[in-house]
């Protein structure tokens, strides 16, 4: 499975959904989107299994992209995650810190069967990881991870596109691997740990004064956190300090997947997030002034009385769902380069297709 197949449906509503299986470590990554620790919290693997068990034939997600935390630490139970997927047609996606090639010793047992058991294996690789894990060692392990099976890619986090460790990185990867190794290079947003870093790094859209409609595709996959709440939005920096109600979708221990997707793809506030941008929606539908950041209105939604039924009420009228087809034409027909463009270093944004002949399902 390769990195391209996952970004030309990565805005389509629910073709994957996203498990953070952990919020423990061993890394200390100065940029942690999650601040995951050693000590951070780990809950059952029931809710994680459960969701998974209950993909069909009929109705299942196309992609489940497992991460933490480090995902590894609990490499059983990636293994049988991507095992209960792909009986429904679902594939398997795990991001990882790669903790386990600092010794320079071979991969263990217990995570080779983990990591060859995903349809693709992503690295974090980036100056901040280079401090955890050589260079050197992330690329002997993925040349080793190669030869299972899996594809793999590389996740490279930089201060946008004049960075020069980023340049220097993408070059050494691409000789590497031959160009055969796909890349997603994202700028450095200040969530998590990152809040406290000084020097560049890419900060919040630029929005205008008056409202625009501005999708926003962080909505599309839902997440299910560490502790198996489901949530429509993937920010994992927002799941950790706010679930409003209206992101809320249910939890992976009491409620199956056809019952997740239903809620997620149904509920007006969720759609009209997707389809216009959380201040749009609240310009167009609601009442009172917005805060003035984009993540920072959405949280605060629900707390505008009768918003939802106003959206609602759109959204069965004619223009809605032929709004909403346009909304997600335009952002789907630039194929698996129109994400990593608009959430990506677009200088880079080419990179996801390394590798990709375009004729896998």
Sequence with gaps: MHLAEMAVLRAVPAAGVFLALTRRCPLSCAHCSTESAMDGAEHAERPFRRLVASFTRQEHPEFIAMSGGEALLRPRLVRDLADSARLSGTRSYLLSGLYFARDGHAVPPALRAAISAVDHFAVSLDRFHEREVSRRAAFRVLHEIRSWGPQVSVQITGDGGADPYVADLVREVREEF????????????????????????????????????????????????????????????????????????????????????????????????????????????????????????????????????RVAGYLDSPAGPAMESAVRGLVERHGPYGFARRHGITRYSELVTLGWEGRER
């Design 178 to 309: 031959a160009d055969q190794v796909p890349m997603l290079v994202v700028p450095l947003r200040p969530v998590g740990r990152a809040k406290t870093l000084d020097g560049p790094r890419a900060g919040p859209k630029t929005l205008p004064a008056a409202p625009a409609p501005a999708p926003c595709e962080m909505a599309a996959w839902p997440l299910v956190t560490y502790d198996g709440t489901v949530l429509t939005c993937c920010n994992d920096d927002l799941a950790a300090t706010a679930r409003p109600p209206h992101l809320v979708l249910g939890h992976a221990d009491e409620d199956p997947w056809p019952v997740l997707r239903r809620r997620h793809l149904d509920r007006p506030l969720a759609r009209a997030v997707r389809m216009f941008g959380p201040r749009y929606a609240k310009a167009r539908f609601g009442s009172g002034a917005a805060a003035p950041g984009y993540c920072d209105v959405c949280v605060t939604l629900h707390q505008d009385r009768g918003l939802g039924e």
